[in-house]
């Protein structure tokens, strides 16, 4: 069982940053490509960004490519999205997931934490 704990969610104005963690506990840490999606009101959950295991590759959606860098430190088993030049079509519930490197299916899911983005 792996349990993964996001936060530093909040609320920003438009051209602001924010710093997402997700804390991951339960299971070793190794390799396992950590992700980061979100969800928008009425909307379905989108991915956002993924990152490897030893962080070699990263890939990211093209609607938030050069504004948001995903990272992780794996002594403290913890993910980061650092989000940058936010806009308000940003705001949704943003949630990490963590799957076996290589493997197709995300297998275990945080709880998601909120960012809104003002105009």
């Known amino acids: 069982q792996v349990q993964l704990v996001e936060s530093g969610g909040g609320s920003v104005q438009a051209g602001g940053s924010l710093r997402l963690s997700c804390a991951a506990s339960g299971r070793t840490f190794s390799s396992t490509t950590m992700g980061w999606f979100r969800q928008a009101p009425g909307k379905e959950r989108e991915f956002v960004a993924r990152i490897s295991w030893s962080g070699s590759y990263t890939y990211y959606a093209d609607s938030i490519k050069g504004r948001f860098t995903i990272s992780r430190d794996n002594a403290k088993n913890t993910v980061y999205l650092q989000m940058n030049s936010l806009k308000p079509e940003d705001t949704a519930v943003y949630y990490c997931?963590?799957?076996?490197?290589?493997?197709?299916?995300?297998?275990?899911w945080g709880q998601g934490t909120q960012v809104t983005v003002s105009s």
């Open positions: 997931a963590t799957k076996p490197d290589g493997r197709p299916l995300w297998d275990y």
